[in-house]
């Protein structure tokens, strides 16, 4: 009995000796863009101190809300440290369609200079590796996403989901590799918005970019919140959702470790 005791101790001792599980860490950061404070989110695994991707996190019109701020702790919880954009200043969101529209309207003006910014805070940031960077972004962000790609900011890869789709100007200045998801049914997004930005990727044989469309998911299809919002052509489509994060998650670990973060996903 006494040895029994003496094994379950030292099983005891050796659990408590454990390195504790490693948790997603988050906080805020200020920067600035042009005199205005700007608030981005955070967020990284706090398992140890080796350098990794970073991935900018670039949210719907509505600003930095809850949405991007979990796209960028699950991003953090599959090895990358993914910061979220504030795109309109003093971390301000909100929920009404037409306050959203003012916004995003007013920050078109300066959208590549809004993306460099915070991917800027991204490279900065304690255990990035500034030479793998990526960024995603959801409707306005995937727009944002895209002309950062377009701008020949330093970023491998970018991902467009349910985004508006201009066209580059031209693609000699695209050096990222470009994933565009997209809604087959989004009434926000012409057919021929999507053949224009195909023939202008296509255009340049060396570029990589991939295009995927999902049946019957209209704009915003991955987030579950989008249904609230009570516009038409506006929906949650879970299946499309799934599909679409898993297929975010296989490019950026191809393009930016190669298949390493985010790989068990």
Same mark, same amino acid.
């Given at each position: 009995?006494? =040895? ?59 600003? =930095? ?109 695209? #050096? ?30 060396? =570029? ?28 949650? #489509? ?13 490019? =950026? ?13």
């Amino acid at each position: 009995m006494r =040895l029994m005791k003496n094994q379950i101790a030292g099983l005891m001792l050796g659990l408590l000796a454990l390195p504790a599980a490693a948790a997603v860490q988050t906080k805020s950061v200020e920067y600035d863009v042009g005199g205005t404070t700007h608030v981005g989110y955070l967020a990284y695994d706090d398992s140890d101190d080796t350098a990794r991707p970073g991935v900018l996190v670039i949210p719907e019109w509505w600003g =930095l809300n809850d949405y991007a701020k979990q796209r960028a702790r699950e991003l953090a919880a599959a090895g990358y440290v993914a910061f979220a954009a504030d795109m309109y200043g003093d971390g301000k969101t909100t929920e009404s369609p037409q306050e959203a529209k003012s916004w995003s309207t007013a920050a078109k003006a300066n959208l590549r200079g809004l993306g460099q910014a915070a991917l800027s805070q991204l490279a900065d940031a304690p255990r990035v590796d500034d030479a793998h960077l990526g960024a995603i972004g959801f409707c306005f962000g995937g727009t944002s996403a895209l002309e950062l790609a377009y701008s020949g900011a330093p970023v491998d890869a970018v991902v467009s989901l349910h985004g508006h789709l201009p066209p580059p100007a031209t693609s000699d200045d695209v #050096n990222a590799s470009i994933l565009v998801l997209h809604g087959a049914a989004d009434p926000m997004v012409k057919m021929e918005d999507v053949t224009t930005l195909a023939k202008a990727l296509d255009a340049r044989d060396d =570029l990589d970019w991939h295009l995927t469309m999902y049946g019957d998911a209209e704009h915003a299809f991955t987030n579950p919140a989008a249904d609230d919002y009570g516009i038409d052509g506006v929906s949650y #489509n879970e299946a499309a959702a799934q599909r679409a994060w898993a297929h975010t998650q296989t490019f =950026l670990a191809d393009k930016l470790a190669g298949g390493e973060a985010g790989a068990d996903d």
